[in-house]
């Protein structure tokens, strides 16, 4: 006789915060701490529950496995959400990351090339000096015992290496001050995030004064796009064996652009570069924000970072070959500790985009799925001591004293996602870090990283992303021995 076969849970047998009639769960939301509440929630409801904004319904999904099998099936059955994709590409960011279908596999191969290990190692050199420029600016304001503004400075660093490594422009603005691209660019994400939690798409229909300000920040980025764009087709005009070798993303993408048939136009061309430009700043930023608060609260792992970046340099105070950020075992065991415990995207929504079963749920088409990636990171099942900045759990040497495996600890902490539509820019990501936190341990002492109030925690704020909100930096010049 074969086994009874549990039948499975449609979305109204699903347990959840109970919500008003016809406007569901929308006025309980905390668009800053949205993250929180559906962790909170998810202490509740458990590992599968539900909850509606206005008509439309989400199930919430914490399993570890359960979350890296969905993901494992991008982009068959899952993808990003129309109202993601309508939302971005209204805002002109409509590349890969806003991409579904035919659309995203058409783009994947070109921004995967543009981060190529091979192309970031070429590009190496032209990191070195955005790192000696963040040198000097951070040296000009510890020599002033000045306080510095510890995002904006990261996220004037980040843009110009994406600026550099993807579009082949020298933008400088860490030696700029006044009207820089950031500015602009810090907008984006939170009108990104207010839109996609609204009931409805109001701003279609009547602007706000946010709205209209959040169309100057775009327009204003649009010009600087157009711009960039400009400068790589000088270029390929100039030396047409780039058409066939280009040496970034945005002139592979003028490339392919002009070949007949290739299907890629001008709304990819424009879409990516604002897409890199915004991604390629914030979540770098925000995860480096977030590992130097980190470092300066628990000063054992900070020591012995200092003492790995220091025997790596030698007498270099900022890193000038590959194979110094290569010995630096300890940083990025310090980095993937970091984005356990904080990582910048915390939750992922996606669609169903056919009728399909999830942790024995039937899920229709057309439901979103909001998946929790911070929880199992941070639960004693997986994790001990979860809580804990115990950047030893990622070393394999170090396994062993953390009650962890390497593999199994990367399999339940995905900060870069999983499967098919796994993050492009990973392995730059992890570069950027090393670079810029072995410039600091290089050539400063961290004197303290403080919080507006004051506090020895950093408050979380989501606004697409998951950021510290105000950490301050003072920094002391590295005595020279």
């Not at 000045?146 to 004037?156: C, F, N, P, S, T």
């Amino acid at each position: 006789m074969d086994a009874a076969v549990t039948p499975a849970r449609r979305l109204a047998d699903l347990p959840g915060p109970r919500g008003l009639p016809l406007l569901g769960n929308a006025l309980q939301l905390e668009r800053r701490r949205f993250h929180q509440q559906l962790e909170g929630w998810r202490q509740r409801y458990g590992d599968v529950y539900r909850l509606r904004i206005g008509r439309r319904e989400f199930v919430v999904f914490s399993d570890p496995d359960v979350i890296a099998a969905a993901l494992r099936d991008r982009p068959r059955t899952f993808g990003r959400s129309e109202r993601i994709v309508s939302v971005s590409q209204e805002a002109g960011f409509g590349g890969l990351f806003a991409s579904n279908g035919e659309r995203w596999r058409r783009q994947r191969p070109m921004v995967m090339a543009a981060f190529d290990p091979g192309h970031i190692r070429g590009y190496f050199p032209s990191l070195v000096r955005v790192a000696h420029r963040f040198a000097g600016r951070w040296q000009r304001a510890a020599q002033a015992n000045a306080a510095i503004d510890l995002q904006a400075d990261l996220m004037r660093y980040t843009v110009d290496v994406i600026a550099g490594l993807a579009f082949g422009v020298d933008i400088n603005t860490l030696e700029c001050e006044g009207d820089v691209i950031q500015q602009h660019l810090d907008q984006v994400f939170p009108a990104l995030a207010r839109r996609g939690l609204a009931m409805f798409p109001y701003w279609r229909y009547v602007k706000l004064p946010s709205d209209r300000r959040v169309q100057r920040h775009l327009d204003a980025l649009r010009i600087a796009v157009r711009d960039f764009i400009a400068q790589a087709r000088d270029r390929l005009q100039a030396n047409p064996a780039l058409r066939e070798q280009p040496s970034n993303l945005i002139e592979a993408m003028l490339a392919a652009r002009e070949r007949p048939g290739s299907g890629v136009d001008d709304g990819d061309l424009s879409g990516n570069v604002l897409t890199m430009l915004l991604a390629g700043e914030d979540t770098t930023a925000n995860t480096l924000a977030w590992m130097i608060y980190l470092l300066s609260r628990h000063p054992q792992a900070l020591q012995r970072a200092r003492s790995e970046v220091r025997a790596a340099l030698g007498d270099d105070r900022v890193p000038t070959r590959l194979e110094q950020l290569a010995a630096l075992d300890w940083v990025e065991a310090c980095a993937h500790e970091t984005m356990r415990l904080k990582p910048v995207a915390p939750i992922l929504p996606l669609q169903a985009f056919a009728d399909t079963m999830l942790a024995g749920v039937a899920i229709p088409a057309g439901t979103t799925c909001v998946f929790l990636l911070r929880v199992a990171a941070t639960e004693e099942t997986y994790f001990p001591q979860p809580r804990q900045f115990e950047p030893a759990r990622w070393l394999k040497a170090g396994s062993d004293a953390a009650g962890a495996d390497n593999n199994s600890v990367r399999r339940i902490a995905m900060p870069f996602g999983a499967g098919p539509r796994m993050c492009p820019g990973r392995y730059l990501a992890l570069l950027e870090i090393k670079m810029a936190i072995a410039m600091v341990l290089g050539g400063f002492e961290i004197e303290s990283v403080t919080t507006p109030d004051g506090g020895e925690a950093a408050q979380e704020r989501l606004a697409f992303t998951m950021s510290p909100v105000g950490l301050t930096l003072k920094l002391r010049p590295r005595a020279i021995a």
